[in-house]
């Protein structure tokens, strides 16, 4: 997988987006971890507060599919301190500007999408949407894109077992 074709897929399921919303995970490690934590998984949305925190929100305020309704609800759930919205962002890479990253947010999310679980992008993407519509926060919402990347340079070995 490459840029252009996140770009291609985006484009061609007629998806509004904005570049610098869109992220990949930066290497074989990082999806090893995502795994490894059960966070390959698409629908997901991963909350931060303002201060950078995780919330613990086990999906509160999330509607089925359509979009994410109760924010105050979300923004409410206990932090795990022990995940920094700056370790997060350090497993990305992302295909715009990171301008974002000097200003301060009253939420970030974070979408997990994937080609190779397309049949599940759709949620994702109404989650983005409703989420890039709510004016009464500022909002940061990165769509991270799960799909194994030509720019990790893996090895016969690894595309091997990965079976790509």
């Not at 974002?100 to 949407?129: G, P």
Request: contains cysteine; glycine residues 4%; aromatic residues 12%.
């Amino acid at each position: 997988m490459n840029q252009d074709s996140l770009i291609n897929y985006l484009n061609k399921n007629q998806i509004s987006y904005d570049l610098d919303d869109l992220a990949i995970l930066k290497d074989i490690k990082v999806f090893g971890n995502y795994s490894a934590t059960q966070r390959l998984a698409v629908p997901e949305a991963y909350f931060f507060n303002t201060d950078g925190f995780l919330l613990k929100n086990k999906n509160k305020g999330i509607s089925c599919g359509a979009n994410i309704k109760d924010l105050s609800k979300i923004m409410k759930s206990k932090i795990d301190s022990n995940q920094p919205l700056s370790n997060w962002l350090d497993e990305l890479t992302f295909l715009g500007t990171e301008t974002f990253l000097s200003e301060t947010y009253d939420l970030y999310v974070f979408i997990n999408w994937a080609l190779f679980l397309d049949s599940n992008n759709e949620t994702s993407f109404n989650w983005y949407r409703s989420l890039k519509e709510k004016k009464e926060l500022k909002i940061k919402v990165i769509l991270v894109n799960l799909d194994v990347q030509e720019t990790w340079h893996l090895t016969e070995g690894q595309k091997q077992f990965l079976g790509i």
